[in-house]
């Protein structure tokens, strides 16, 4: 019983129960209870099927996931906020061959642009033109059970991607907001 003690009064002193504190504030405006998110645009010739459209999809289900609340609808009709993306360059390169030369994994980076606007006092809260997601995958050596990894690829990006923006939006890192309001 005495170590039980002594162990929680060493937990409570060094500050570790501080560890476990749900967040609870987010780090848009109060005002901000109805979040649009418009398709994002690609800008890269040579599209690959259907990465804009992921990426939206993704960016909507994190929030809604996540959001504490706000609501997601695709149109900026009566909406408080819009979260804009761009993708920028989708570049699909192998980066190990095999002893035929073949290459065995490749990589795909994503650069997009993500952009917050307050749709009702007409500011940007958050920016970053140079969002970039990296993440490789490998084909196998038998013809017979080829399966294109490109398609789970860019799922997987697209997940990582919404969240990370959806994180820095709800948590408030890097969120511009002015003094006193």
């Known amino acids: 019983m005495r170590f039980i003690t002594i162990f929680a009064l060493f937990l409570f002193v060094s500050g570790f129960t501080e ?12 005002n901000i209870k109805k ?24 960016v909507s289900k994190e929030i809604i996931k996540r959001g504490r609340g706000l609501k997601v609808q695709s149109t900026r009709d ?25 290459a065995r994994v490749y990589e795909v980076t994503i650069v997009a642009a993500v952009t917050v606007r307050d749709l009702k006092e007409n500011k940007i809260l958050y920016d970053n033109q140079n969002f970039v997601f990296r993440d490789s995958f490998e084909f196998t050596d038998d013809p017979r059970s080829f399966f294109n990894e490109e398609d789970p690829a860019v799922e997987r990006m697209s997940r990582a991607f919404a969240e990370s923006v959806v994180s820095t939006i709800i948590n408030g890192l890097g969120v511009k907001q002015e003094k006193g309001k």
């Open 35 to 58: 979040i649009a998110v418009p398709a994002f645009q690609f800008e890269v010739s040579g599209a690959r099927y259907r990465v804009e459209s992921r990426f939206t999809e993704a």
């Open 78 to 102: 009566g909406a408080d906020a819009a979260i804009e993306g761009t993708i920028r360059n989708f570049i699909f390169s192998g980066v190990l061959l095999d002893r035929e030369g073949r």
């Open 19 to 30: 560890c476990y504190k749900p967040v609870t504030e987010s780090g848009l405006p109060k």
